[in-house]
């Protein structure tokens, strides 16, 4: 990519579209092109191939996404794969039509089966089940997949996919009825820690800022802030036991293992993918998984392990307890990013650093 390259990063107010902007920017790309929902709507075929046509866009980062942990993947089945599967396939059209040199496709760790062995490589996709709680989400993304692969290979254009691991990192969503497990504890901590000081007004103030506290949780926090001497929520409507223990209680056994990658770092592997000299590139597109590649931290930890360390960073003094009623998801998910290791990329952000950093952000 040149630097005067116009370059658009299609969902740049997310998670990883926020931390492409921040990454292209740091390094001098400065013909950058980005719209909110409200100017473009990403579901509207029209809208978009306008968009294109006006703009007439070089590079591609295809970002936007909706995205969501267990709990949303499974109350929203329907949403999860109909806007991902609109808006991936109204970019790569538009992108083909307008001959966009290049584009980065966004997946996710998750289009590879629930049992699949580890750690995964991209030849292993469509080899098994998928994980039933985020199928739809899964099904979208591998029909991206595919269809950079198709456009590729019956139109010769030059997309690619790649397939993150776990993200964390600024802009991440803190909303406990949609966020992924990293988020979802760090928050789910902060509040114990506040419920242990009694801090009720600062509870209120994290709620307005990041979303509703459901009842079940208020409930947990009710009775840490009780076992404390305060009375933290008399509104609550679960019975609470002023005996009860302090601990938090989180979804799951524990025992689920995930790989996490800092989201800078994720910018930093994409904008390596993308700028890579046109043999490299062109070759990476022939033998990397036809067309894909992950991208990942290398190691994994247990959810339990998780836990533990965030209530470290975070401060919380009390206990952990799990509610095994309460879905694990895919065993394992590690990914086996050799491919991109080779290449000359690694990750540079350790977990423990990157959480501290998205603590002190969020906070």
Known sequence: MKKKSIIYIAGHRGLVGSAL????????????????????????????????????????????????????????????????????????????????????????????????????????????????????????????????????????????????????????????????????????????KLAAKGDWEEIKRDESSFGPIPEDIIANLTAIGRYHGHNICDTATSPINSNSSPALTLWGTGSSRREFLHVDDLADACVFIMNMEEETYSSLLSVAGQTLINIGYGKDISIKELSVLIRDIVGFEGEIAFDDIKPDGTPQKLLDSSKLSRLGWKPKISLEDGIRHTYRQRS
């Open 21 to 192: 902007t921040r990454k292209l920017k740091a390094e001098g790309w400065s013909n950058l092109i980005t719209r909110s929902r409200k100017n473009l709507d990403l579901t509207n075929q029209s809208m978009v191939e306008a968009f294109f046509n006006d703009e007439q866009p070089d590079y591609v980062f295809l970002a936007a996404a909706k995205v969501g942990g267990i709990l949303a993947n499974d109350t929203y089945p329907a949403e999860f794969i109909y806007n991902n599967l609109t808006i991936q396939t109204n970019i790569i059209h538009a992108a083909w039509k307008t001959g966009v040199k290049r584009l980065l496709f966004l997946g996710s760790s998750c289009i590879y089966p629930r049992d699949c062995p580890q750690p995964m490589k991209e030849e292993y996709l469509l080899t098994g089940p998928l994980e039933p709680t985020n199928e739809p989400y899964a099904v979208a993304k591998i029909a991206g997949i595919k269809m950079c692969q198709s456009y590729n290979r019956q139109y010769g254009t030059k997309f690619f996919a790649v397939m993150p691991t776990n993200l964390y990192g600024p802009n991440d969503n803190f909303n406990l009825k949609t966020s992924h497990v990293l988020p979802a504890l760090i928050r789910k901590f902060h509040l114990a």
